[in-house]
């Protein structure tokens, strides 16, 4: 299986901050590679997919980019509902996974 | 609007078998595949398999394999997911989730949770 690893697991931010994801795979995967974000309780909610492209109705301040191995998902300027947990997902071999999740939070 | 509805909430005891429902609408059922997700409390996302609707064929990631089986029944658009073998990890929200046109995973149900306790 491909395995995801996400990083950080966990970070502290500040509201108008710039927040910076990144999941490696560990075999390239071209870009089938989706990021959700997920709140306390709740469904997780699609974000970007094929690994740059935004969701309709998803804030412009969010953006995905890279292919093979390597993917980022950013958020230019960090809103209070930005606070939550997020995955990366990639689709291109024949058993998917997520990454581990990172979790956004307020200092 | 595309609706996945999952069953209730289930207790179960180790070692018994749990089978969740997850009925669709809104789309062609056959269309797209239909994905199992386990989330364990305070845990991340893990996917558990798929199956497609058309052919009944289906994939398990391999940490459930052997213990899950996910099935489709299009006379009435409903997914299931079968896990045998119960134990106290398994406690976990287990959620279908279908693919869109565009999005892998882009619909999901309201989450069925699963505890297993003695």
């Known amino acids: 299986d491909i395995q995801m690893t996400q990083s950080p697991s966990a970070m502290s931010a500040s509201v108008g901050d710039r927040v910076t994801i990144t999941c490696r795979a560990s075999?390239?995967?071209?870009?089938?590679l989706a990021w959700f974000q997920q709140k306390p309780g709740k469904v997780p909610k699609r974000l970007i997919y094929?690994?740059?492209s935004l969701q309709s109705g998803v804030p412009s301040r969010f953006s995905g980019s890279g292919s093979g191995t390597e993917f980022t998902l950013t958020i230019s300027s960090l809103q209070p509902e930005d606070f939550a947990t997020y995955y990366c997902l990639q689709h291109n071999s024949y058993s998917w996974t997520f990454g581990q999740g990172t979790k956004v939070e307020i200092k | 609007e595309v609706q996945l509805v999952q069953s209730g909430a289930e207790v179960k005891k180790p070692g018994a078998t749990v089978k969740i429902s997850c009925k669709v609408s809104?789309?062609?059922?056959?269309?797209?595949?239909m994905h199992w997700v386990q989330q364990a409390p305070g845990k991340g996302l893990e996917w558990m398999g798929l199956v497609d609707p058309e052919d009944g064929e289906t994939i398990y990631a391999e940490k459930f394999q052997g213990r899950v089986t996910i099935t489709a029944d299009t006379s009435t658009d409903t997914a299931y997911m079968e896990l045998s073998s119960l134990r106290s990890e398994d406690t976990a929200v287990y959620y279908c989730a279908a693919d869109s046109s565009s999005f892998p995973l882009g619909y999901w149900g309201q989450g069925t949770l699963v505890t297993v306790s003695s």
């Open positions: 809104g789309y062609t059922f056959t269309d797209y595949y």
């Open positions: 094929a690994a740059s």
């Open positions: 075999q390239g995967i071209s870009n089938y």
